[in-house]
């Protein structure tokens, strides 16, 4: 039969090395957690900079049929669409689109650079937490060895 002691210093064994295995586990499943939404960030990033692109394609597109229609009612009332007055009004009218496109362009990039930030600080956050399941299983290791050693009549 076996020694009450023996068996309680194996159950701690087992426990300890069960929790130390858990609290490693935790930590490289929330690292993972934290690198699977990086890479959806980093997506995110691409996807807004292509839907940006579209953004400015439309604001050009609608900028210059605006010009052609503003040549077209300059041309069709009688008005010299070479004139000083059309050409100003085509030109602003140009150079508003052109600040449109610039402000596209602007919160694209802004919002791409949120997303890939964020993408790097989960990247970062997931070695934390896999740093943080190793040194609580390195703790639990310890202490469970704490334990065994005093459950066995270490400290007497």
Same mark, same amino acid.
């Given at each position: 039969?076996?020694?009450?002691?023996?068996?309680?210093?194996?159950?701690?064994?087992?426990?300890?090395?069960?929790?130390?295995?858990?609290?490693?586990?935790?930590?490289?499943?929330?690292?993972?957690?934290?690198?699977?939404?990086?890479?959806?960030?980093? *997506? +995110?990033?691409?996807?807004?900079?292509? $839907? %940006?692109? &579209? @953004?400015? =394609?439309?604001?050009?597109?609608?900028?210059?049929?605006?010009?052609?229609?503003?040549?077209?009612?300059?041309?069709?009332?009688?008005?010299?669409?070479?004139?000083?007055?059309?050409?100003?009004?085509?030109?602003?009218?140009?150079?508003?689109?052109?600040?449109?496109?610039?402000?596209?362009?602007?919160?694209?990039?802004?919002?791409?650079?949120?997303?890939?930030? *964020? +993408?790097?600080?989960?990247?970062?956050? $997931? %070695?934390? &937490? @896999?740093? =943080?399941?190793?040194?609580?299983?390195?703790?639990?290791?310890?202490?469970?060895?704490?334990?065994?050693?005093?459950?066995?009549?270490?400290?007497?």
């Amino acid at each position: 039969m076996c020694d009450p002691v023996t068996i309680m210093a194996g159950a701690q064994i087992a426990g300890t090395i069960l929790g130390a295995k858990g609290a490693s586990d935790q930590g490289n499943a929330q690292g993972a957690e934290l690198e699977y939404r990086a890479m959806q960030e980093r *997506q +995110a990033a691409k996807q807004e900079m292509a $839907a %940006g692109s &579209a @953004r400015i =394609a439309d604001t050009e597109l609608q900028g210059k049929m605006l010009e052609s229609r503003m040549m077209a009612l300059a041309g069709a009332s009688g008005v010299d669409v070479s004139s000083p007055q059309v050409v100003n009004l085509v030109s602003q009218a140009a150079g508003v689109t052109n600040l449109n496109k610039q402000m596209e362009l602007y919160n694209a990039r802004t919002a791409e650079k949120g997303l890939l930030d *964020q +993408a790097s600080a989960d990247v970062f956050s $997931a %070695g934390q &937490a @896999r740093k =943080a399941g190793r040194t609580r299983a390195l703790s639990t290791i310890l202490t469970g060895g704490a334990s065994i050693y005093n459950a066995i009549g270490g400290t007497k």
